[in-house]
């Protein structure tokens, strides 16, 4: 009996879902999931085919800026205020200075500085100092920049959880931040509603360090750059040489570090494009992690487990997917809290459904043993009862011959001798050895007169007692047993013989089934050895002698070379000691067919 298929209880799969659903919320809280979110969210930027960020621009004071100028770090300002004329010279269209002029130096620099951003028009001065109220003494203060029509902007950078820049703020220490005072100069104020909570945006990075156009500041300081390079563009001035350590990891350009005013520019290039990414909504967050939780416990009710763990593979690789959609259209959906709870529920939905399985199959198994168990003892007693109602028949129909019991048991047991001896299978000889008992069944059909005459038959009578095959044959015929169909083929063949000249249908050789030859010569050796009213019993020498004499004639040349091998293991005339009980009956009359 096959199992059926196991459904888990209800109460264990809502237990699987609040433990995936606990999980993903501790793991989130514990920020253990920081660093694969991070790397998912790589992989979002590098899959979305977006275009490199075309209205931004790094100067970059570089390796190659120091080489060439021969100057140390910290640049004398006036050289900063130099650039800051080529910049304005070749039509910026706004210029971010990120380098940090609080404190002050000498006053010839500090004045060059000053009176260049005047002539421009003001910049944004990027800075990491404020007092927390809004305030910067960048070149003296808040006053002295709004004389030359600049503005101070915070510049800091903090890394995420995941050791990351990911975002940008809308202001620090209540300074706006670089995004936020260069699109209030440009005319373009960014409001509130445009920075998720916590007041920070994501930055919309096109690709990994390098993919803004970079110059360096020597070059743009002696003129080496395409008329058109600055035209209508923001430009972001600061140091990109690791030796001065403004580079951070992002989550684009795998292990490779951007530095600051790469980082600024990205953030200002995406508030120019209105901050389009933004984060979904934290009630979305926890409605995917209770969704994802719940749907391989909800699909494991109504699919076998191989199915449901191929549909939470699917369900997992849709949710990527859709992850992506979303982000290449806007909205950042946090990847790995939903899929933590999607395969922790997952795993526990095909433990609970393997731990339910292997319990209903045992308990089926048991079933099935006690059931088995039935079926044999039944099947056994059924089996016996037909061996017993056969051997009865056998019986009844051999006492009205004046035989004995004996013989039919002596006659079985040789045939299955002489069957196992020319190489029947072991289960076709017991069906032999039983199906051999009823070989006379058709001798209900002859009178008395004819079956208990103690003389020779005549004519007529011996015809009549020939047709005890086809009337057996007729007895037994169309039965889906095994053992009544052979039984039928032995009742009408068993007299047939080698050489054609026997009845009922005169069949020759190989043309008699196999069994009704080996049931001839063991029906005819007993009968010469057993005594009968119209006979004795022959000596078993002279009833070997006959059998060996009438091979190629009556019986099958290689089944007498057989029985003779085999001979010697026949009990005497009347020993049933080597007999199966059930073949035993008492005894009876019984007659040898002429």
Same mark, same amino acid.
């Given at each position: 009996?096959?199992?059926?298929?196991?459904?888990?209880?209800?109460?264990?799969?809502?237990?699987?879902?609040?433990?995936?659903?606990?999980?993903?919320?501790?793991?989130?809280?514990?920020?253990?999931?920081?660093?694969?979110?991070?790397?998912?969210?790589?992989?979002?930027?590098?899959?979305?085919?977006?275009?490199?960020?075309?209205?931004?621009?790094?100067?970059?004071?570089?390796?190659?800026?120091?080489?060439?100028?021969?100057?140390?770090?910290?640049?004398?300002?006036?050289?900063?205020?130099?650039?800051?004329?080529?910049?304005?010279?070749?039509?910026?269209?706004?210029?971010?200075?990120?380098?940090?002029?609080?404190?002050?130096?000498?006053?010839?620099?500090?004045?060059?500085?000053?009176?260049?951003?005047?002539?421009?028009?003001?910049?944004?001065?990027?800075?990491?100092?404020?007092?927390?109220?809004?305030?910067?003494?960048?070149?003296?203060?808040?006053?002295?920049?709004?004389?030359?029509?600049?503005?101070?902007?915070?510049?800091?950078?903090?890394?995420?959880?995941?050791?990351?820049?990911?975002?940008?703020?809308?202001?620090?220490?209540?300074?706006?931040?670089?995004?936020?005072?260069?699109?209030?100069?440009?005319?373009?104020?960014?409001?509130?509603?445009?920075?998720?909570?916590?007041?920070?945006?994501?930055?919309?990075?096109?690709?990994?360090?390098?993919?803004?156009?970079?110059?360096?500041?020597?070059?743009?300081?002696?003129?080496?750059?395409?008329?058109?390079?600055?035209?209508?563009?923001?430009?972001?001035?600061?140091?990109?040489?690791?030796?001065?350590?403004?580079?951070?990891?992002?989550?684009?350009?795998?292990?490779?570090?951007?530095?600051?005013?790469?980082?600024?520019?990205?953030?200002?290039?995406?508030?120019?494009?209105?901050?389009?990414?933004? *984060? #979904?909504?934290?009630?979305?967050?926890? =409605?995917? /992690?209770?969704?994802? &939780?719940?749907?391989?416990? $909800? +699909? %494991?009710?109504?699919?076998?487990?191989?199915?449901?763990?191929?549909?939470?593979?699917?369900?997992?690789?849709?949710?990527?997917?859709?992850?992506?959609?979303?982000?290449?259209?806007?909205?950042?959906?946090?990847?790995?809290?939903?899929?933590?709870?999607?395969?922790?529920?997952?795993?526990?939905?095909?433990?609970?459904?393997h731990v339910a399985e292997t319990f209903e199959r045992r308990r089926v198994a048991h079933s099935n043993?006690?059931?088995?168990?039935?079926?044999?003892?039944?099947?056994?007693?059924?089996?016996?009862?037909?061996?017993?109602?056969?051997?009865?028949?056998?019986?009844?129909?051999?006492?009205?011959?004046?035989?004995?019991?004996?013989?039919?048991?002596?006659? *079985? #047991?040789?045939?299955?001798?002489?069957? =196992?001896? /020319?190489?029947?299978? &072991?289960?076709?000889?017991? $069906? +032999? %050895?039983?199906?051999?008992?009823?070989?006379?069944?058709?001798?209900?059909?002859?009178?008395?007169?004819?079956?208990?005459?103690?003389?020779?038959?005549?004519?007529?009578?011996?015809?009549?007692?020939?047709?005890?095959?086809?009337?057996?044959?007729?007895?037994?015929?169309?039965?889906?047993?095994?053992?009544?169909?052979?039984?039928?083929?032995?009742?009408?063949?068993?007299?047939?013989?080698?050489?054609?000249?026997?009845?009922?249908?005169?069949?020759?050789?190989?043309?008699?089934?196999?069994?009704?030859?080996?049931?001839?010569?063991?029906?005819?050796?007993?009968?010469?050895?057993?005594?009968?009213?119209?006979?004795?019993?022959?000596?078993?020498?002279?009833?070997?002698?006959?059998?060996?004499?009438?091979?190629?004639?009556?019986?099958?040349?290689?089944?007498?070379?057989?029985? $003779?091998?085999?001979?010697?293991?026949?009990?005497?005339?009347?020993?049933?000691?080597?007999?199966?009980?059930?073949?035993?009956?008492?005894?009876?009359?019984?007659?040898?067919?002429?």
């Amino acid at each position: 009996m096959r199992p059926r298929s196991t459904r888990p209880r209800l109460s264990a799969l809502v237990a699987v879902v609040l433990t995936a659903v606990a999980l993903a919320a501790a793991a989130q809280a514990a920020n253990v999931l920081d660093g694969l979110e991070r790397d998912s969210l790589a992989v979002r930027f590098e899959l979305r085919d977006a275009p490199p960020h075309r209205d931004v621009v790094v100067v970059a004071i570089d390796d190659a800026t120091f080489s060439q100028l021969q100057v140390h770090w910290p640049f004398k300002r006036s050289l900063h205020g130099r650039m800051i004329e080529r910049l304005h010279a070749a039509g910026t269209r706004e210029i971010v200075y990120d380098v940090q002029f609080s404190e002050p130096t000498s006053p010839r620099e500090d004045g060059a500085l000053y009176d260049a951003a005047g002539r421009a028009g003001g910049a944004v001065l990027v800075t990491a100092e404020t007092d927390g109220h809004g305030h910067t003494n960048v070149l003296g203060g808040d006053a002295n920049l709004r004389a030359v029509h600049a503005r101070a902007a915070a510049g800091n950078l903090s890394n995420d959880s995941s050791g990351a820049i990911t975002r940008f703020p809308r202001e620090v220490g209540g300074v706006g931040s670089v995004p936020v005072v260069t699109l209030a100069r440009l005319g373009r104020p960014l409001p509130a509603s445009a920075f998720s909570g916590g007041g920070k945006a994501w930055i919309d990075f096109r690709g990994g360090p390098g993919t803004v156009r970079t110059l360096s500041f020597a070059d743009v300081l002696r003129g080496r750059f395409a008329p058109d390079a600055f035209r209508g563009k923001v430009v972001v001035v600061g140091a990109t040489t690791p030796t001065l350590q403004d580079v951070h990891p992002t989550p684009v350009g795998g292990t490779a570090l951007m530095a600051g005013p790469e980082v600024q520019a990205n953030a200002i290039a995406t508030a120019l494009n209105g901050n389009p990414l933004r *984060s #979904a909504p934290a009630p979305v967050g926890w =409605l995917l /992690v209770i969704g994802l &939780a719940l749907a391989t416990p $909800l +699909l %494991r009710l109504r699919l076998r487990i191989g199915a449901t763990a191929a549909a939470a593979v699917a369900l997992g690789a849709a949710y990527v997917v859709a992850a992506q959609i979303a982000f290449d259209g806007g909205t950042v959906l946090a990847a790995v809290p939903p899929m933590l709870a999607l395969v922790v529920s997952a795993v526990g939905t095909i433990v609970v459904s393997h731990v339910a399985e292997t319990f209903e199959r045992r308990r089926v198994a048991h079933s099935n043993e006690l059931l088995e168990q039935a079926v044999r003892e039944r099947t056994e007693e059924l089996r016996d009862t037909q061996l017993e109602v056969i051997g009865r028949l056998g019986a009844a129909v051999e006492s009205r011959d004046h035989e004995t019991g004996v013989h039919i048991a002596r006659m *079985s #047991a040789l045939c299955h001798r002489l069957a =196992l001896a /020319v190489g029947m299978d &072991a289960r076709e000889a017991d $069906l +032999l %050895r039983h199906a051999s008992a009823m070989h006379d069944i058709g001798k209900i059909g002859i009178p008395d007169r004819i079956l208990q005459k103690p003389g020779k038959l005549d004519a007529e009578e011996w015809e009549k007692m020939k047709t005890h095959t086809t009337v057996g044959g007729h007895i037994l015929a169309g039965s889906r047993a095994p053992l009544i169909r052979m039984a039928e083929t032995i009742a009408l063949t068993h007299h047939e013989r080698w050489d054609g000249g026997g009845y009922p249908n005169g069949l020759a050789g190989d043309e008699i089934p196999l069994v009704g030859r080996v049931a001839a010569i063991c029906d005819v050796f007993d009968a010469l050895i057993s005594e009968r009213p119209y006979k004795g019993a022959w000596p078993m020498a002279e009833a070997v002698a006959e059998i060996e004499r009438l091979s190629g004639s009556h019986f099958d040349p290689r089944l007498v070379t057989a029985f $003779l091998e085999i001979v010697e293991q026949v009990p005497a005339p009347g020993d049933a000691a080597d007999f199966p009980a059930e073949l035993l009956l008492e005894p009876g009359a019984y007659r040898i067919d002429r």
